[in-house]
């Protein structure tokens, strides 16, 4: 059973820097997009980043310019670079891997920024 685990979580002022990390536990092919995605409090699950082959990586409005994605095919990784964090980006942040007939999630590791 493949299993995708995330890494980084954590706790940090505002302003400061996360670098997440996801990767999985067994063989993935045919992956054509990894992802993050966050849930906040009371919030739902919402996309944060993409990046798939071929192109280049898709960011959400609200982190266009402060969070970096990017992927790395022959581990079959994805990280999250972080910068200039706002305490509306705290929530628990999610890698996704999707292709040919895969879907998986991972079970999340929790960002909370203070202020």
């Known amino acids: 059973q493949v299993q995708l685990v995330e890494s980084g979580g954590g706790l940090v002022q505002a302003g400061g820097s996360l670098r997440l990390s996801c990767a999985a536990s067994?063989?993935?092919?045919?992956?054509?997009?990894m992802g993050w995605y966050r849930q906040a409090p009371g919030k739902q699950r919402e996309l944060v980043a993409s990046?798939?082959?071929?192109?280049?990586?898709n960011y959400a409005d609200s982190v266009k310019g402060r969070f970096t994605a990017s992927r790395d095919n022959a581990k079959n990784t994805v990280s999250l670079q972080m910068n200039s964090l706002k305490p509306e980006d705290t929530a628990v942040y999610y890698c996704?891997?999707?292709?040919?007939?895969?879907?998986?999630w991972g079970k999340g590791t929790l960002v909370t920024v203070s202020s």
């Open positions: 990046v798939t082959s071929g192109r280049t990586p």
């Open positions: 996704n891997f999707v292709g040919f007939g895969i879907n998986y």
């Open positions: 067994g063989i993935i092919r045919n992956i054509m997009t």
